[in-house]
Each structure stands twice: as structure tokens, then as C-alpha cells.
């Protein structure tokens, strides 16, 4: 495996003229790896001749006051994980490298980002895009590979290849999770003893959705019981819970194909997310 800081280099490498019929998978990342990232590393090498892994903790998708200082870092580690899973070239550029200029040009994501995290988080999705989009015309991927843990972003991206015309074509790749069933996450480091304890209410919360959802219930109903059993068992504060179709985003109606539970919740330093797809 080899590391790379600079776009001109990697860009060199993997020039499409001279790649012949290789294809090449992209794994994008904000580091502090984990299994979840490792599973998407792992199912781009069998899908591709070459792997290309991106680490970069994006500011642009921070908001004030957000935790991108805090936010969990260990280059070291990251590139032994990276190399067991087969990655081929780890691409960890500088902010300065990333972002050299700001000529104040903007992606903002439609509807689909106003629901959920982007409610909470406003201009976050406009940073991913940004971001997405860059190491879309660096790497120049055949296949990007995102997971469903961060269900909204996937969905965002779907529909900024699609409506763009993105020559990449996304992989979903499923939530990795811990034995009691908390989503594996870089900022599960950032929860004390007690609240690591307590995180996997927030699954636990959105399977008794799942049975309420199978047995007819309504979708407010659901979400209330849902958040209900999250505060019962966890110092967490919800952010939201809400039932909407997916990949849309949209009002769940009962006549909807797909729908997704989604919830967000507050622990004193970090924030998780978690979904299940009804
Ligand atoms: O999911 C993430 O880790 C980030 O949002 C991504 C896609 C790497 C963009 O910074």
C-alpha cells in the first residue's frame, strides 16, 4: 500500500488513459477506522483491481461549535487497518492541499437535506457534496463505496451521481455493529464508560420499531415509542426520531415502498446516528 498527500500525484497514478481496463473502487472516509470502514475497503477489492482509500476529517462539513477539533484521529493505526483490508493507495491530503482556494462556489443538496441530520445540522450536506465531489474528480472511481449507517448521506449522493450525470456508480454497503448491536462508529470513543453502557438502546429503540412498524402501527406512533424507549434507557437526549420513505426523504405514507427509521441522539461530547430500513 502506498500513502499519498498530494492530488497531482494520485491524480498521475490514476490517470484514466493509462489504466487500461482496471477499475478502480473508492472507499472515502474521515479515518479512525473501524470495522464498518473495513467492510466497505473489503467489498471494494472484490470489486475492483485497485482500492483507493481516502482519509480526510472535512471542515467544510462541520458547523460552529461541531466536533471537528475533538473529532477522533490516529493516522498511524488508520494505515495498518487500511493495508490489512487490502487497500492499495491511502490518500490523506492537508486541509491546505484540499481546500488551496475558496472561490465561494456551493452544492446545495435539495429536499432530501433538509430533513433528518441536515435539519439539525444545517450546511453539512452542502460539505459533503463539496468533499464527495472533489475526491470524485481526484480518484476518478468506477465504484464508490458509502454504508448505510449514514443512510441520508447515501441517499443524498445517489442523487447527486444520478442528477449529475457522476461517472462513479455508488455501492451501499450495510451497517457494521458491535455485539449489542450499537452501530460501529469513530465517535463511540467519545462516550464515557456509562453511556458506551447505554448506547445500544438507541438499536434496541429502532428493532421495537420495526415490530411496531410489522404489526401496523402509525408512523407517529412509532416514532413516539421509539424516542420514548431511547430516553427511558439512556442519559441521551433525542434529536430526532422520524420514519420517512427512502431513499426520498419524504412524508411516509402508508402506500410508501420503502421506509426508514431513523434517530439521532445527543451524549454529553458526541452525537450518534442509527437507522433501520422498514
Ligand atoms: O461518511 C463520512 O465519513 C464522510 O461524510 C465522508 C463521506 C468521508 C465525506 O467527508
Excluded at 49 to 69: H, K, R
Amino acid at each position: 500500500m502506498e500513502i499519498i498527500h498530494s492530488i497531482e500525484k494520485l491524480q498521475q497514478i490514476l490517470n484514466r488513459n493509462e489504466r487500461g481496463n482496471r477499475t478502480v473502487g473508492l472507499v472515502p472516509t474521515m479515518g479512525f477506522l473501524h470495522e464498518g470502514h473495513l467492510a466497505l475497503a473489503e467489498q471494494a477489492k472484490e470489486q475492483n483491481d485497485t482500492v483507493v482509500m481516502s482519509i480526510f476529517v472535512n471542515p467544510a462539513q462541520f458547523g460552529p461549535g461541531e466536533d471537528f477539533e475533538s473529532y477522533p484521529r490516529d493516522t498511524e493505526r488508520d494505515a495498518k487497518l487500511a493495508e490489512s483490508a487490502g487497500v492499495d493507495y491511502l490518500f490523506i491530503p492537508s486541509v491546505e492541499e484540499m481546500y488551496p482556494t475558496d472561490g465561494g462556489i456551493r452544492i446545495l443538496p435539495g429536499p432530501q437535506a433538509t430533513a433528518l441530520c441536515g435539519a439539525s445540522r444545517p450546511g453539512h450536506f452542502d460539505g459533503v457534496l463539496k468533499v464527495v465531489l472533489k475526491l470524485f474528480n481526484i480518484v476518478d472511481p468506477d465504484r464508490s463505496y458509502f454504508g448505510m449507517k449514514d443512510a441520508q448521506q447515501l441517499a443524498i449522493i445517489e442523487t447527486f451521481v444520478r442528477d449529475f450525470n457522476l461517472r462513479t456508480t455508488i455501492v451501499r454497503v450495510p451497517t457494521v455493529r458491535e455485539e449489542d448491536g450499537l452501530a460501529k462508529s469513530s465517535r463511540n470513543v467519545n462516550l464515557s464508560e456509562m453511556e458506551r453502557n447505554e448506547a445500544p438502546a438507541i438499536r434496541q429503540a429502532l428493532e421495537l420499531g420495526a415490530k411496531l412498524f410489522a404489526e401496523g402501527i402509525s408512523a407517529k406512533e412509532i416514532e413516539t415509542r421509539v424516542a420514548a424507549y431511547i430516553t427511558e434507557n439512556s442519559s441521551g437526549t433525542i434529536d430526532y426520531v422520524s420514519m420517512l420513505t427512502y431513499p426520498e426523504l419524504t412524508k411516509y405514507e402508508p402506500s410508501s415502498k420503502e421506509a426508514i427509521l431513523a434517530c439521532a441522539v445527543k451524549f454529553e461530547k458526541t452525537r450518534l446516528i442509527d437507522n433501520i430500513i422498514l
